[in-house]
T-cell receptor, first 111, second 114 residues
Framework: EDQVTQSPEALRLQEGESSSLNCSYT??????LFWYRQDPGKGPEFLFT???AGEEKEKERLKATLTKKESFLHITAPKPEDSATYLC????????????FGAGTRLFVKA | DSGVTQTPKHLITATGQRVTLRCSPR?????VYWYQQSLDQGLQFLIQYYNGEERAKGNILERFSAQQFPDLHSELNLSSLELGDSALYFC?????????????FGSGTQLSVL
């Protein structure tokens, strides 16, 4: 069964304190690994897609990396506005390319 | 603004009732996805439609049904509602129906069953 596990569940950082979020996945025939950001009461917003092991993507203070079993979202020098829930998702051909989400990591950045 | 429109934003109803949630995808997107998000379950995939046809099915209850119309908007019907159906329901859309595509989410419908 396709599965996505994210850790930690919650992360509290001081402004400027860099850290990483983890996403472990078990899926047959990965078609893509996605990172989304979700603010309270809003729909998830797309950040990155990674397709193969070794791939990296960057956007402002965020950098996503992918291995054969996990992905990391590195946050460099975070700011309070980076506070949100970060969701990892995988897409596989099993059952028609459905996108399966992890439970998310809630990030709190204090000024 | 993602371009995906969901109505209504809030819905309060009683147990045993039936409700319909509506979603208009982004212009040009052929796929529509429905997700349920509750505090203890996270984002759960319900169902996907591509150009009017059911493409993938997740953990959707038999009391729930959906369809995509010729103009590509979609409706999610929830019947015989139970307290546990209270959740945030999201619609998302993508250009095609195949793999590797990012999803664009609407702002959700908050359903409260009393």
């Amino acid at each position: 069964e396709d599965q996505v596990t994210q850790s930690p569940e919650a992360l509290r950082l001081q402004e400027g304190e860099s850290s990483s979020l983890n996403c472990s996945y078990t899926v047959s025939g990965l078609r893509g690994l996605f990172w989304y950001r979700q603010d309270p009461g809003k729909g998830p917003e797309f950040l990155f897609t990674l397709y193969s092991a070794g791939e990296e993507k960057e956007k402002e203070r965020l950098k996503a990396t992918l291995t054969k079993k996990e992905s990391f979202l590195h946050i460099t020098a975070p700011k309070p506005e980076d506070s949100a829930t970060y969701l990892c998702a995988v897409q596989a051909p099993t059952g028609g390319f459905k996108t399966i989400f992890g439970a998310g990591t809630r990030l709190f950045v204090k000024a | 603004d993602s371009g995906v429109t969901q109505t209504p934003k809030h819905l309060i109803t009683a147990t045993g009732q039936r409700v319909t949630l509506r979603c208009s995808p982004r212009s040009g997107d052929l796929s529509v996805y429905w997700y349920q998000q509750s505090l203890d379950q996270g984002l759960q995939f319900l169902i996907q439609y591509y150009n009017g046809e059911e493409r993938a099915k997740g953990n959707i209850l038999e009391r729930f049904s959906a369809q995509q119309f010729p103009d590509l908007h979609s409706e999610l019907n929830l019947s015989s509602l139970e307290l546990g159906d209270s959740a945030l329901y999201f619609c998302a859309s993508s250009v095609g129906g195949g793999g590797g595509e990012k999803l664009f989410f609407g702002s959700g419908t908050q359903l409260s069953v009393l």
